[in-house]
Each structure stands twice: as C-alpha cells, then as structure tokens.
C-alpha cells in the first residue's frame, strides 16, 4: 500500500521567514503533485512534479522531487501572511492510469505578521 | 466558466436515508474521481472512473455508488447514510498525461452532514 507522509503537519511562522515541508512516499513514482488548501475551500493545483530532480517555482514556493530519495519539498522563501493555508502533496502510482491519488495528512501553515 | 462543479455544497439529513451528490466537468477529461475529506482534513480516494473502467477503493462500502450517464458526470450514491459518512466529498477530473495523470481538478465540495 502506497503511504505518503508529510511533515510537519503544523507550522507556525513569521513572515519574512523560510522553511521547507518535506513529502516522503513509500513505493516507487514519477509524479508527485502539491496542493494548496484554504479553509472551506476545494483544493488548489500549485506543481505537478514528473520526473527525478524536477524543480519548480511559482512566487515564494518552489517544489523539488527526489524520485530515488521518494522526496520531494515545498520551500517556502520569505513568507507572507497571505501563503497561509494546509499543503498537501500526493503520488499516484507507476504508470497510474485511473487510480487516482494518494494524499498526506497535509501541513497546515500559519504565518504571522 | 467552472471547471468542476458540484451540487449540493451542503446536504444534511438524517441517518438510513439515501442521498447523491452530482459532479459535472466541462473540461473534456477522460477520467472523474470521488474524494472523501473527514474531519481531520484527510483526504483519500474513493473511486476513479473513465468511460472503460470503475477503480473502487476496497475500502468503501458498497452503500456508496458511482454513477455516470456520460463522459462529463459522475454522480455519487450514498444509500443508508450513517454518522461517519459525515465529511467533505470532493469530485475531481483528470486527463492521462502519458502513462499517468495530469493534474486533478477538484469541484468546490460537499459538505455532508448526517444527524
């Protein structure tokens, strides 16, 4: 059984301040995906992370993913209020056809003025 | 112009009663999913459907029941509605990207409620 496992799964920061939440996974996958949530709200697309030592940045966020490590990281740079809100990645497996996705418990982020 | 809608956002009823929950996508994708979000915000799969093939999750009961009347719906089924069936339900849609999946898109949700 494929197991996603994110920490932390709180984090409370300043702004202006970095941190990282780091997505480990259990068998092996090409495709990690991470999503934003704000309370009462559907799930937002933010990376979609296909290949070994794929990066990607979208503003303060960048994502990585370690396909041999089963690794991947949301940095967060010089966060803002704003960025508040629970993370979660999720996997789906090796040629995954209809599946669908395993998820973290997600990293619920708050960020102080 | 919603990707994913859903309908209800809220349904509340009692327990023993049978209840669904629709889900249109108007992107063109191949393949709809159903999500279970409790309270704790844990998401998991329920089932993923394309126009060939129902993946069930062997962890849902069979009181809950997809179905599509066409490629661009998947309406969930709930009969005999219990207390724990209370949570956040989410349809998404995807398209293959290869061999695997491209980003999911989520509708806005249904909060169930059951008393």
């Known amino acids: 059984e494929l197991k996603v496992e994110q920490n932390p799964l709180f984090l409370s920061m300043q702004e202006g301040k970095n941190y990282t939440i780091y997505c480990n996974y259990s068998t092996t996958s090409d495709r990690l995906y991470w999503y934003r949530q704000d309370p009462g709200k559907s799930l937002e697309s933010l990376f979609v992370l296909l290949s070994n030592g794929a990066v990607k940045q979208e503003g303060r966020l960048m994502a990585s993913l370690d396909t041999k490590a089963r690794l991947s990281t949301l940095h967060i740079t010089a966060a803002v209020h704003d960025l508040s809100a629970t993370y979660f990645c999720?996997?789906?497996?090796?040629?995954?056809?209809?599946?669908?996705?395993?998820f973290g418990k997600g990293t619920h982020l708050i960020i102080q003025p | 112009d919603t990707a994913v809608s859903q309908t209800p956002k809220y349904l509340v009823t009692q327990m023993g009663n049978d209840k669904s929950i629709k889900c249109e996508q108007n992107?063109?994708?191949?393949?709809m999913y159903w999500y279970k979000q409790d309270s704790k915000k844990f998401l998991k799969i329920m089932f993923s459907?394309?126009?060939?093939?129902?993946?069930i999750n062997e962890t849902v009961p069979n009181r809950f029941s997809p179905k599509s009347p066409d490629k661009a719906h998947l309406n969930l089924h709930i009969n005999s509605l219990e207390l724990g069936d209370s949570a956040v339900y989410f349809c998404?849609?995807?398209?293959?990207?290869?061999?695997?999946?491209?980003?999911?898109?989520f509708g806005p949700g249904t909060r169930l409620t059951v008393l």
């Open positions: 992107l063109g994708h191949d393949t």
């Open positions: 459907y394309n126009n060939k093939e129902l993946i």
């Open positions: 998404a849609s995807s398209r293959p990207l290869g061999g695997g999946l491209d980003t999911q898109y």
């Open positions: 999720a996997v789906d497996v090796v040629g995954g056809g209809a599946d669908g996705l395993t």
